[in-house]
């Protein structure tokens, strides 16, 4: 499960870089600009955590779903990590809580995305 996290963080880190280059609002721009910037920094640290806990992991592949909408795209993800916390974590509470600081992320990201607004 761990290296289909990997795949799906990778896959939104670079759909929400992509789409921080092209919006035209400011807000959006900071807010995409924080989830690709922190989600990479919060997934070493699960890593870093996981592989100390349970030996080296391999990513075989990464998916690219850079063309979804990126609300859309962090809410989905953001369901299926919820849904599979415990499966991601072996229940092992220290990395429970990365994956919490990463959900928590997401949620943020959302918040910003869809509530706030410059103008």
């Known amino acids: 499960m761990i290296d289909q996290l990997v ?22 721009h900071m807010a ?3 989830f690709y ?20 992991i391999k990513v075989s592949k990464l998916d690219n779903e850079v063309g979804k909408d990126v609300i859309k795209m962090l809410n989905d993800q953001v369901t299926w990590i919820s849904e599979n916390r415990e499966d991601i974590s072996s229940k092992v509470c220290a990395l429970e809580n990365i994956i919490d600081e ?18």
């Open 7 to 28: 795949e799906k963080v990778f896959c939104a880190r670079n759909a929400t870089h992509l789409a921080h280059w092209s919006t035209k609002s400011f807000a959006d």
């Open 32 to 34: 995409l600009g924080d």
């Open 37 to 56: 910037d922190e989600s990479i920094e919060i997934l070493d640290k699960l890593i870093e955590a996981y592989q100390g806990n349970f030996g080296l």
């Open 102 to 119: 990463l959900t928590g992320l997401y949620l943020s990201t959302i918040h910003k995305l869809e509530n706030i607004v410059t103008g």
